[in-house]
């Protein structure tokens, strides 16, 4: 025993020593920052500091607040107006009203600041989601970082705390998902979650009639393309047909023209309801 202990005395360390080196250096390389980080912080900042004014540039946050505050109290959608002075009980449908409950709990937690920070979250994922995508399908770090940072930038003059910001996160994920279908990277199963993502977006903005045009410009251009180059491209035909029944399944149906009068009641009652979430 002490010849081993002169031994290992003599040797220095254990032998197990010399891979906790490797182990740091492996520790900083995760917790180094790269691109996709500094873009999430950048964008962060920049909604903080730049746009904090703007989003609440108009009234429809406070209308959205207090439509989820009465779905929140009622558990369930209104039919009719409740906020109006002059229209009240008119017919009115909140077909928007995901957003409206998710802004209602966001400045229940943590006031105008919660909606803040949900609005920036928005933002933020909504072009890392982006960025993420452009790089692993090869395009150029720094050219795909410079083009999101001005997209970002062009955008801001739009960023207000309403549901149009979520449309931008989920026409990325959409279009995301028929990119890497069409090039054969993904399975044309990944094509299944596609209906629910629009029947989730059809409650939260009317933007998604958007997805219902990406969607017919893919199939279209990919069925085209294929139909003309022949038989080489036979297995692009056939993905572009794989379209087809999303498009069927996110088209709209005999009542999607029911939520279009709730329109005009929304920017007819902004002010006042805003007024209303304004004294809690």
Do not use: K
């Not at 998902?177 to 979650?193: F, M, N, T, Y």
Request: proline share 7%; glycine share 10%.
């Amino acid at each position: 025993m002490s010849h081993d202990r002169g031994r290992r005395l003599a040797g220095g360390r254990p032998s197990a020593a010399p891979g906790a080196p490797a182990r740091a250096a492996g520790l900083r390389d995760r917790l180094r920052p790269g691109f996709t980080d500094l873009l999430g912080i950048f964008l962060a900042i920049l909604v903080v500091v730049v746009g904090a004014h703007r989003l609440f540039g108009d009234a429809d946050a406070g209308t959205h607040i207090a439509t989820g505050r009465w779905i929140l109290e009622h558990r369930r959608i209104p039919g009719t107006d409740p906020f109006s002075g002059t229209h009240a009980g008119a017919p009115w449908f909140a077909h928007e009203w995901l957003a409206d409950v998710a802004s209602a709990m966001a400045y229940r937690v943590a006031g105008c600041a919660g909606l803040l920070a949900a609005s920036a979250l928005a933002i933020v994922l909504a072009h890392v989601v982006l960025f993420r995508f452009l790089v692993r399908r090869g395009d150029d770090v720094l050219v795909a970082f410079g083009a999101v940072v001005a997209a970002a930038a062009t955008a801001s003059s739009h960023w207000l705390a309403r549901p149009h910001l979520l449309t931008v996160l989920f026409l990325v994920v959409w279009t995301i998902v028929l990119e890497q279908v069409l090039s054969g990277r993904w399975r044309p199963r990944a094509l299944l979650g596609l209906p629910p993502l629009a029947l989730v977006w059809a409650n939260v903005h009317g933007g998604f009639l958007v997805a219902l045009i990406v969607l017919a410009c893919y199939t279209t251009g990919a069925l085209i393309t294929a139909l003309s180059r022949g038989p080489a491209l036979r297995p692009r035909a056939a993905r572009a047909r794989s379209l087809l029944p999303p498009l069927a399944a996110t088209s709209p149906g005999p009542r999607a023209r029911s939520p279009i009068p709730g329109g005009g009641a929304c920017r007819g009652t902004s002010s006042l309801s805003s007024r209303a979430v304004a004294r809690p």
